[in-house]
C-alpha cells in the first residue's frame, strides 16, 4: 500500500473508490467503511483509497483538549493495508483544508485531487468549514460532480454505537477486553525496555519498564499481557501506574514475562492489553506485595484467551 502526503501529490492513473474519516482506531465501523471501499473497487476496476488527516481535527480546533488517539498514523496505514486499502491519503489539517468550505472540499479534494467515483462514508460524517456539510450534501454534490455516495449506517454492539469515543472511554476504565472486541485486536502499547529500579528482579519478579510513545493508557491497574519481543509473544502481567507502595510518582508500563529468562534492555516490546486482573493500590509491606504478585501471575497462567 502507498501512503501519500497530502491530496494535492496524489496523481492517480484513473478513478477512485474514497472512503474519508479520521478512521482513529480502525475499529469495527471502521472496517465496515473500509470494506465496502474496497469492494466498489474491485467491482469497478478503481483504487481503493483512504484519506485521513493529521493532526486529528479535534487538536486542531482545540489544542488544549485533553483528547487521546488510539492509533498513530504508521498503525492506521498497517490496518489499512491488511483490509486492502491500495493508497492511504493523510491530508494536513492546516487551516486551507479546515477553511474550506463544503463545495469547495467536495469539488477540489474529492472530485479533482482524488478523482472519485464512489465514496464511502458513515452516518454521523461531516465535512467542510464549522463541519457544515453532511452525507446528504455530499450525495447531492456528487449528483452535479459525477461520483455516487455509499452512507453506512452505524454499527451496534451491546445496544451501543461502535465509536472511537465508545474505545477511548473502555479503555480509560479498564475494560480492555470490551475495548479488545471493537478493535478486533487488544489495545498495545509499544517502546524501548530501559532501565528501571530493579526491584522487580529482587521481589523475584523481573520486569521490563517500557518507554512507551502512545498517548493513552488503560486505566492504572495490573492487566493480563502478550508481550512481543524480537517477533516472539510472551504471556505475561503488567502494572500500569506510579508504583504506590514504594512512593512512586511517574506513570510508567511495567511488564513481566511469565517463564522468561534475558536481557530485554534496549529491545523493542509491544504489550497488548488482554485482561484486567485487579487495582494498583499501596501494600502495607513488601512481602504483601510479593504474595500479590503471585496470585496476579497465577490468574495470568490460568486464563484463557483468544488468540
Avoid: W
Wanted: aromatic share 8%; with cysteine.
Amino acid at each position: 500500500m502507498d501512503v501519500i502526503e497530502g491530496s494535492g501529490n496524489f496523481f492517480p492513473s484513473g478513478e477512485s473508490s474514497l472512503t474519508i474519516g479520521n478512521f482513529d482506531g480502525v475499529h469495527l465501523g471502521h472496517r465496515e467503511l473500509l470494506r465496502r471501499t474496497v469492494a466498489h473497487a474491485r467491482d469497478l476496476r478503481l483504487k481503493a483509497v483512504a484519506l485521513t488527516f493529521t493532526p486529528h481535527p479535534v487538536r486542531f480546533f482545540t489544542p488544549r483538549a485533553r483528547f487521546y488517539e488510539i492509533t498513530s498514523t504508521g498503525e492506521k496505514a498497517s490496518r489499512m493495508e491488511e483490509l486492502g486499502i491500495d493508497i492511504m491519503v493523510v491530508e494536513s489539517f492546516t487551516g486551507a483544508i479546515g477553511g474550506m468550505g463544503p463545495e469547495e472540499f467536495a469539488r477540489t479534494v474529492v472530485h479533482e485531487r482524488l478523482r472519485a467515483r464512489f465514496v464511502t462514508v458513515g452516518y454521523d460524517f461531516t465535512f467542510g468549514r464549522n463541519r457544515e456539510g453532511s452525507p446528504g450534501m455530499l450525495r447531492r454534490i456528487g449528483g452535479e460532480l459525477g461520483f455516487e455516495v455509499d452512507v453506512v449506517p452505524p454499527l451496534l454492539r451491546g445496544g451501543t454505537i461502535v465509536s472511537s469515543s465508545r474505545i477511548r472511554e473502555l479503555l480509560l476504565s479498564g475494560r480492555v477486553r470490551e475495548a479488545e472486541e471493537l478493535l478486533c485486536r487488544p489495545y498495545a502499547v509499544s517502546g524501548r525496555v530501559i532501565p528501571g529500579a530493579a526491584r522487580g528482579r529482587k521481589l523475584g519478579f523481573p520486569t521490563a519498564n517500557v518507554e512507551f510513545v502512545q498517548d493513552l493508557l488503560p486505566l492504572p491497574g495490573v492487566y493480563v499481557v502478550d508481550a512481543s519481543v524480537g517477533g516472539v509473544v510472551h504471556r505475561g502481567v503488567a502494572n500500569v501506574g506510579f508504583n504506590p507502595t514504594f512512593g512512586e510518582n511517574s506513570l510508567a508500563v511495567e511488564a513481566h514475562l511469565l517463564d522468561f529468562d534475558g536481557d530485554l534492555y534496549g529491545q523493542e516490546m509491544t504489550v497488548r492489553f488482554r485482561d484486567r486482573i485487579r487495582d494498583e493500590r499501596k501494600f502495607k509491606s513488601v512481602e504483601e506485595l510479593v504474595r500479590q504478585i503471585g496470585k496476579d501471575v497465577a490468574y495470568a497462567r490460568s486464563t484463557r484467551l483468544a488468540s
